[in-house]
């Protein structure tokens, strides 16, 4: 059996996001730079998950149009790009509904209750109800997402690996109970194939990205740095960052190491202002406020591209990038859809529905 890895044609790449509202670095270096950059190597599915979200917010939905609307707008200023890739919105794509349904039959419950981020996430939200079927039955919605377009690859950080494992697992008991096909034409010959091959994950190598109270940078804490804060804002949440503690007035020697402003010049600063921030704080030859302007030019060198490409996108071109997309998106889909019909034997009439 060829190696689905050494193919003559693209393999494809599928991964989604919440519609969490404006994107931070966090969001930025843990999954949407390393999109760019598989955009032009893979045949890649972008997709805001706006389903997802009403698995958590079904009781106040007021927030998923207008954060999906920003979270389309940072893709693009991000450098997803609508020619190269395809970006959508799963509920656009009416076979992200029908696809749960089915391969809910052949999901047993305890696979869902022993997924790690169930008991977590209604412990961690306890303010929500989350005692219903749709959040049980999340995993089963991001396996569909991903069999849909019978994805190769899966970019995830290394909190969605377990629920790439499960739709691993929701794809090999598909095709256990279900016939392998015959799909023409195959870049890989003529042979019998699973309709719903298993995806790999590709793992997003996320460096240590502090927020500004030094905790992992996350919308919950609030202590994001925004793809879209302009330059003033960028640099007073450096200026009240904090640094390491061991140095408390300005003639203390500090260990960068040991410092959240230091790791962000990992992540961003050039070898040689790191070599400018490792000897200038361990003598105390530099000043904190000195060494977070550094770090605060950095970021706004990042950022600056991608907020005029953010800017050059307006509200209505973002959705209509967005319709288009589903609209490809669900072609694709649909095409998955006709091979999971027939492996169920569920085409009685369905020549006759089309
Ligand atoms: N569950 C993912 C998250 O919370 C988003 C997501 C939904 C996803 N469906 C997916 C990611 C399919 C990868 C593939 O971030
Ligand atoms: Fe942190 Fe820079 Fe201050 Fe050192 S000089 S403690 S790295 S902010």
């Given at each position: 059996?060829?190696?689905r890895?050494?193919?003559p ?6 991964s989604g ?20 950059k ?10 805001i ?10 009781a106040?939905?007021?927030g998923v ?7 389309a707008?940072?893709?693009?200023g ?17 076979q992200h509904y ?11 419950l305890?696979?869902l ?18 005692t219903?079927?749709g ?6 919605l ?10 190769d690859?899966?970019?995830v ?8 494992e499960?739709t ?6 598909f095709n ?13 010959g ?5 309709v719903?091959?298993e ?10 990205l502090?927020g ?12 994001t740095i925004?793809?879209?804060d302009?330059?003033?804002?960028v ?57 977070k ?9 990042i950022?600056e591209?991608i907020?005029a ?8 071109q973002?959705?209509?990038?967005l319709?288009?997309g ?29």
């Amino acid at each position: 059996m060829p190696d689905r890895q050494n193919l003559p044609y693209r393999p494809r790449v599928l991964s989604g996001m919440r519609p969490t509202g404006k994107l931070h670095l966090g969001n930025y270096m843990g999954a949407l730079a390393n999109w760019v950059k598989l955009q032009s190597q893979y045949e890649c599915y972008f997709f805001i998950a706006d389903l997802h979200a009403l698995t958590t917010d079904y009781a106040d939905t007021s927030g998923v149009a207008p954060n999906t609307l920003e979270v389309a707008l940072d893709f693009l200023g991000a450098g997803l790009d609508p020619e190269t890739c395809t970006i959508f919105l799963q509920s656009q794509v009416k076979q992200h509904y029908e696809l749960p349904l089915l391969l809910g039959m052949v999901t047993p419950l305890g696979w869902l209750e022993r997924v790690p981020s169930y008991k977590e996430m209604q412990e961690n939200l306890a303010n929500k109800d989350l005692t219903t079927y749709g959040f049980l039955g999340y995993p089963v919605l991001m396996a569909s997402d991903i069999l849909l377009y019978q994805a190769d690859f899966v970019p995830v950080g290394q909190d969605q690996q377990a629920h790439v494992e499960l739709t691993r697992e929701v794809a090999r008991r598909f095709n256990h109970f279900y016939p392998k096909i015959i799909r023409e034409p195959e870049p890989l010959g003529t042979f019998p194939v699973d309709v719903l091959p298993e995806p790999q994950v590709l793992l997003t190598p996320s460096p240590k990205l502090p927020g500004t109270d030094g905790r992992k940078m996350s919308k919950s804490y609030g202590n994001t740095i925004l793809l879209t804060d302009p330059e003033p804002v960028v640099r007073q949440k450096l200026k009240t960052m904090v640094t390491d503690p061991a140095r408390v007035r300005r003639s203390d020697p500090g260990d960068p190491d040991k410092c959240p402003v230091g790791d962000l010049h990992k992540v961003f600063s050039t070898p040689e202002t790191l070599a400018k921030v490792y000897a200038g704080c361990r003598s105390a030859g530099i000043g904190c406020i000195e060494c977070k302007g550094w770090a605060a030019d950095a970021l706004v060198q990042i950022l600056e591209p991608i907020q005029a490409r953010r800017a050059s996108f307006s509200e209505t071109q973002a959705k209509e990038i967005l319709n288009a997309g589903s609209r490809r998106a669900a072609r694709r889909a649909a095409q998955t859809m006709e091979e999971v019909y027939a492996a169920m034997q569920m085409t009685l009439t369905r020549e006759a529905a089309c």
